[in-house]
Nanobody, 127 residues
């Protein structure tokens, strides 16, 4: 069973940075597509960034240029570096795993067939 545990969230001022981590067990992240999502109160869950088995990345427009997804295969850990944070980035950030190795061909910043989710880590950005 895949288990994902996020950390690294917190409160920052606008313009600041955070690095989120997602420790994964039950699957080798090097063989799967992995992604980061977020959900703000009253809004739909939004895919931000994804990385496939080959290391190819995909970003939603809201993340492009400010966020960077990466992984450490030896630690089986996924990361999301977030820079130039703004109040509208306030949300619960969740990492996710797909049983498949490839990115979605339909939705940017997403994997094909995500089926495992973490509990999330809260990010609050203030002016």
């Amino acid at each position: 069973q895949v288990h994902l545990v996020e950390s690294g969230g917190g409160s920052v001022q606008a313009g600041g940075s955070l690095r989120l981590s997602c420790e994964v067990s039950g699957v080798m992240i090097s063989s799967k597509c992995m992604g980061w999502f977020r959900q703000a109160p009253g809004k739909q869950r939004e895919g931000l960034a994804a990385i496939d088995r080959d290391g190819t990345t995909s970003y939603a427009d809201s993340a492009k240029g400010r966020f960077s997804i990466s992984r450490d295969n030896a630690k089986n850990t996924l990361y999301l570096q977030m820079n130039s944070l703004q109040p509208e980035d306030t949300a619960m950030y969740v990492c996710a795993a797909s049983p498949w190795p490839q990115l979605s061909e339909v939705v940017v910043g997403n994997c094909l067939g995500i089926d495992s989710w973490g509990q999330g880590t809260q990010v609050n950005v203030s002016l």
